[in-house]
């Protein structure tokens, strides 16, 4: 319990020094957020100038007409504390939206894709890298080297890759796209089956890259594991093979995997932002790729802190499953 | 055979105690290298060898290219054009001969990560180092700090930072290394403590060694293959992220580099026109330098950790593998199972595999 | 014998004992013969036990003593076939005979694995050197403990829950440190654990490789203590492999001493104390303070042991016994009974040695004739005829 409340403290401090990152990084940015939103709304309207220093109070930004002086940093950046207290996260400038309504149209499709894909692939390669381990110098063993090249290859190539060979050649899969324009987005099983089919490919390609640094892993822990003086105890009592490979050697074995989670769980997420936009998959990362084109500083703002707390609140989630898998922690307050 | 009644008597116990085997002053050099060649991981052997003949292809690249790649538009005949004689893979969408842009462009992107490899170590080390060193309040709000940046994703901040800092490969380089850091800060520290609290340190705090001097002599060496591994990383991070990067136009797209290929190529439809010679390349090229650091990383983990090199090692006796599960293998057993044709039909612990579950039989009902 | 221990449920017991294929009760429960273990390297093959023959009889505690490295550990795992890769087994037999055996016993080097794990904990257990490292940290003492009662006896959950009770009770620890993890636990409680966990299935050996070690002398002297009253209870045979000497005189019914993977002397604790007939357990006991008598100056052994890759011919302790001639470099290293009573046996691997009760008076190897022709070079050597088959085995071809 007290291992959890520390990490709880930790993720605390990690999310507000997210949110203040936040704050600050369109402060530095160079050009005018204001200047940029109208320039994306060109000829739509002619704001009156009341309307215009709303939209400048709005963007969190000055606008050098309008009577009122921009506030003081510390003012700013209560001001947004607050509002983010509220989930407001602004007007989107380029779809005319709010932010979070932006936000809750792509995110679903990005973390369905992330959690599915990042989970198979941490119990697939868990299970290659037990299975090298215990047969090591076998066929598994031995091709986990050439599994490296899955590591070293970019996502978003790899999915070009299986993009050009699953549609392209063999117009085996849909290419693109979240879903068919044919189907009602809801809870209708041909939007579910049309999404499930259009997630194939993208989920296909983040399992394929990231599996690979989870077997390897997984073999080196285990194959240390099994030299354990408790294994070659659980040996000697006579347990059956099953039981002393999954009781003793790889119930000990996954732990640092799972203390890995954060980092492998950064690195999936970096490359399926990338790789949305290969697939045009409606998710986060495309969304992401049009406010950073379209300057939506709003948009980009809300972006990175959704991503950031939801990578965090994952992470967390990983720290409570390692502390009910090692009863050690429960004492000692690891590091 | 020795004869026992001409050898020296009961005063040669003393020698024979103290003969020491020496094998390596028995082989010459040449042996010796060899030796050390054949004791060197596979792995390790592989990814060394990927990433030597990349570097090299890296140097050798610019004189040996047949075109010049920024002599735009060769000729509008000329493009797209697929392999042959005169372009070995083909040319791109302004004529622009591939090859010659692979031979140019992979330089530079090794480059960039090697250089946000240098800078984000270093960095690393620094702060691990002192961090570990000396431990207190300064190593809370430092490790608190290296682990926050650790959890939050870095590519967004990435895409954003690069997106407005408008600049070349070194911008790049220099904002890959601020977020690159954290990871090999955070590994560095946690040896360093641990290294902090043995014998020799506190042998060389005795004899008045300064701090900086312990950190440097005593410490640092044995940190090596740490530094390697999270240097490694970094470059197989600063190059992913790079291409990535470049694919989305962020950065210098314009230069000559395999993120800039891969950025253009795509932009003008060579996957979906199917040229692959022209995205290939590019793409093999990233993947197999990666896979080369991977393997390396993996071979410094075999040589840093003998218990898992010993237990890498496949274990074989009479031919056959034996697995961890299996009982101690007994001679007269191997000997008995060599059936026609020389070859071992089947050793006593297999019938464990289970083919035939129903045969089992009590042991005590053997009487 | 009255057995706290026997199952209460109908357990398919194949020992009839009243019937005639019960084991013969005045033979030993394990017996050793010819037993020889390598570890193959490719500097040359470790010959961490080498034909070394031995008996455990019924109830019998047998100390096992001889300096790190002399192959205690390697002659114990290797009887159940527990030694991994790269040891080999490479001639003698194993013969267990417990109670639920066949008559003739078994030869444990002859099974498969399907019938080791029968054989394995439910006949023969052991206690680990380090509890801490044999214990799985992760997972609660009661688990581990109704692993072991699950694998050998048909019980339902709440009867292997009562047992695990008993068995904790048996080894003195209090009941509720069932659920608790391994590093909840201080290092005597760890140990009385794993002993716990040795007689979960009943065994009728029990193998204690250093068992108190690693424990503090006062933690030490309870639990030995411990353990001999449970074996009074019980019944089963202990094999007690130490490198501590002293231990095992206070402990053990028989004592073999062990030195670079020979076996030099086995005899019941009193004589070996009294009356060695090996210079090797010479120097043993008088490398440590006895307890009772004035404190004697440590007279150690000069030396360290030897590089078991590659033995000289004839007597292992040659390099470093103060006794050594030129004929040691090729006795044959055979135990030979030199008791001077019928009803005991006590056996030793020095032809030399004057024998027990003798006057001690030494005369040099090399002039006792008939020992020289005894030694005649050739039959020294280990046997290497392992090697060549091994060799055949890698060809491929017989
Ligand atoms: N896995 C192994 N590979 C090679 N040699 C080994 C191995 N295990 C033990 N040995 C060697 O076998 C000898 C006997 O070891 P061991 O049985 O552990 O001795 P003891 O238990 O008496 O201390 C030692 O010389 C040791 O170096
Ligand atoms: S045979 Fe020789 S060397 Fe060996 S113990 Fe006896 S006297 Fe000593
Ligand atoms: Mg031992």
Redesign the interface.
């Known amino acids: 319990m007290r291992f959890i409340l520390r990490r709880l403290w930790?993720?605390v401090?990690?999310a507000f020094?997210?949110i203040t990152?936040n704050f600050i990084?369109p402060r530095l940015?160079?050009?005018n957020p204001l200047e940029a939103y109208l320039g994306k709304n060109q000829g739509s309207a002619v704001l009156t100038h009341s309307a215009l220093c709303a939209i400048a109070e709005q963007l969190n930004t000055t606008y050098q007409h309008c009577g009122h002086k921009q506030p003081g940093i510390f003012v700013q950046y209560w001001d947004y504390l607050v509002n983010l207290a509220h989930l407001n996260l602004g007007v989107s400038a380029t779809y005319d939206t709010t932010v979070a309504h932006e936000i809750a149209l792509t995110l679903p499709w990005t973390a369905a894709l992330v959690g599915f894909s990042t989970i198979l692939a941490f119990a697939l390669g868990t299970l290659i890298g037990i299975v090298a381990a215990?047969?090591?110098?076998?066929a598994t063993d031995g091709s986990l080297?050439a599994l490296?090249?899955f590591?070293?290859?970019?996502?978003?190539?790899l999915a070009?890759?299986l993009?050009?060979i699953f549609t392209?050649?063999w117009h085996f899969l849909p290419s693109t796209g979240g879903d068919s324009t044919s189907v009602v987005v809801g809870m209708n099983w041909p939007f579910i089956a049309s999404a499930l089919e259009h997630s194939i490919l993208p989920a296909a390609t983040l399992v394929l890259a990231s599996m690979?640094g989870w077997s390897?892993g997984m073999r080196?822990v285990m194959?240390?594991t099994?030299?354990?003086?408790?294994?070659?105890?659980?040996?000697?009592?006579?347990?059956?093979?099953r039981?002393?490979?999954w009781?003793?050697a790889a119930?000990?074995a996954i732990?640092p995997n799972i203390a890995g989670f954060?980092?492998a769980l950064?690195l999936a997420?970096?490359?399926v932002?990338?790789m949305e936009?290969v697939f045009s998959y409606p998710g986060i990362g495309n969304t992401?790729?049009q406010a950073?084109?379209g300057e939506d500083y709003p948009l980009?703002q809300g972006?990175?802190l959704v991503?950031?707390l939801s990578?965090?609140a994952a992470?967390f989630i990983a720290d409570g499953v390692y502390v009910i898998?090692?009863?050690?922690t429960r004492?000692r307050a690891a590091? | 055979m020795i004869n026992t009644l001409t050898d020296p008597p009961a005063d040669s116990t003393a020698a024979n105690a103290l003969k020491v085997d020496l094998p390596s002053a028995k082989y010459s050099i040449f042996k010796r290298i060899w030796a050390t060649y054949k004791n060197t991981p596979f792995k390790f052997k592989l990814g060394l060898a990927i990433i030597v003949f990349f570097v090299l292809l890296s140097v050798i690249g610019p004189f040996v290219a047949p075109y010049n790649p920024n002599a735009n538009i060769t000729s509008s005949a000329g493009v797209n054009l697929a392999p042959s004689a005169t372009h070995l893979l083909g040319t791109d969408s302004t004529g622009e001969d591939v090859l010659s842009q692979v031979l140019i462009g992979t330089g530079p992107t090794i480059l960039l990560g090697l250089i946000t490899g240098v800078i984000a170590t270093s960095f690393s080390v620094i702060v691990g180092l002192l961090a570990g060193y000396y431990g207190g309040i300064a190593d809370e709000i430092i490790s608190l700090f290296t682990n926050v940046f650790l959890v939050i994703p870095a590519l967004p901040l990435l895409i954003v930072l690069v997106a407005f800092i408008q600049g070349g490969n070194i911008t790049m380089a220099l904002v890959l290394s601020v977020l690159g850091w954290p990871w090999g800060a955070r590994v560095i520290r946690a040896q360093t403590m641990s290294l902090r609290n043995q014998d020799f340190v506190a042998a060389a705090k005795e004899t008045g060694e300064s701090s900086l001097r312990i950190m440097l002599v005593e410490i640092l060496p044995k940190l090596v293959s740490i530094i390697a591994s999270s240097f490694i990383f970094t470059v197989l991070y600063a190059i992913a992220a790079s291409v990535g990067l470049m694919y989305l136009g962020l950065g210098d797209v314009n230069s000559i580099t395999l993120g800039g290929m891969l950025f253009n190529a795509s932009n003008q439809s060579a996957f979906i026109l199917n040229e692959y010679w022209w995205y290939l390349p590019p793409g093999l090229i990233i993947a197999v330098f990666g896979m080369g650091l991977v393997l390396l990383n993996y071979g410094l983990d075999e040589i840093g950790n003998p218990r898992l090199r010993d237990a890498s090692k496949r274990q074989k006796i009479g031919k056959r593998n034996i697995r961890p599960s299996d009982p101690t293998p007994v001679l007269a057993l191997l000997n008995r199972q060599v059936g026609l044709f020389g070859r071992i039909s089947k050793l006593p612990f297999e019938e464990e595999a289970g083919k035939n579950k129903s045969k089992k039989h009590s042991l005590y009902g053997r009487a | 014998m009255k057995r706290l221990f026997s199952p209460k449920k109908s357990e398919n017991l194949l020992l009839d004992l009243s019937g005639s294929s019960g084991p013969d009760l005045d033979k030993p429960v394990l017996s050793v013969e010819d037993f020889s273990i390598v570890y193959r390297s490719a500097h040359g093959d470790v010959k961490a036990v080498d034909h070394v023959s031995l008996e455990l009889a019924r109830s019998e505690v047998l100390g096992l003593a001889g300096e790190s490295g002399s192959g205690k550990s390697t002659l114990a795992y290797g009887a159940c076939r527990l030694l991994r890769s790269p040891a080999l087994i490479t001639g003698g037999k194993v013969t267990y005979a417990g109670r639920r055996a066949p008559r003739e016993g078994i030869d444990i080097t002859s099974l498969n694995a399907h019938e080791l794990r029968q054989l394995r904990w439910k006949e023969i257990s052991i206690v680990f050197q380090s509890a801490m490292n044999s214990l799985n940290p992760v997972i609660t003492v009661g688990a581990q403990l109704d692993d072991a009662i699950k694998a050998h006896m048909p019980l339902d959950k709440h009867d292997r829950h009562e047992r695990a009770g008993t068995l904790m009770d048996l080894a003195g620890i209090p009941r509720q440190r069932l659920r608790s993890y391994p590093h909840e636990l201080s290092g005597g409680m760890r140990q009385r654990v794993m002993i716990a966990m040795a007689l979960a299935a009943d065994p009728d050996i029990v193998i204690m490789d250093e068992p108190t070690t690693a424990l503090d002398v006062v933690v030490q002297r309870e639990i030995l203590t411990q353990i001999i009253e449970i074996k009074e209870q019980l019944g089963f045979a202990i094999i007690f492999i130490t490198h501590d000497l002293s231990l095992l005189l206070e402990l053990s019914d028989r004592i073999a001493i062990m030195y670079g993977g020979k076996l030099l002397e086995i005899a019941p604790t009193k004589n070996l104390q009294h009356k060695a007939a090996h210079p090797y357990t010479e120097g043993l006991l008088a490398s440590f303070p006895s307890l009772t008598g004035p404190k004697k100056a440590l007279a150690g052994i000069p030396g360290s042991p030897p590089d078991l890759r590659s033995l000289p011919p004839g007597c292992p302790f040659f390099p470093r016994c103060r006794h050594a001639g030129a004929a040691c470099r090729s006795v044959d290293m055979l135990l030979k009974n030199v008791s001077k009573t019928l009803e005991e046996v006590h056996l030793s691997a020095c032809p030399f040695h004057p024998g027990p009760g003798a006057d001690k008076r030494w005369r040099a190897p090399d002039m006792i004739e008939d020992v020289i022709r005894i030694g005649g070079g050739e039959k020294t050597q280990s046997d290497p005829g392992y090697i060549d088959s091994l060799e055949t085995l890698e060809k491929g071809s017989i």
């Open positions: 930790f993720y401090v990690a020094v997210a990152i990084i940015m160079p050009g215990w047969r090591r110098g076998g080297p490296s090249f590591q070293g290859i970019p996502y978003f190539f070009l890759l993009q050009e392209v050649h690979a390897v080196n194959l240390t099994i030299s354990e003086e408790y294994v070659l105890a659980a040996q000697a009592k006579g347990l059956s093979t039981r002393v490979v009781t003793y119930r000990n732990l954060a980092n950064g997420v970096s490359g932002l990338i936009l992401l790729y950073v084109t980009l972006i990175f991503i950031s990578v965090l992470n898998l090692d009863p050690r004492r590091d």
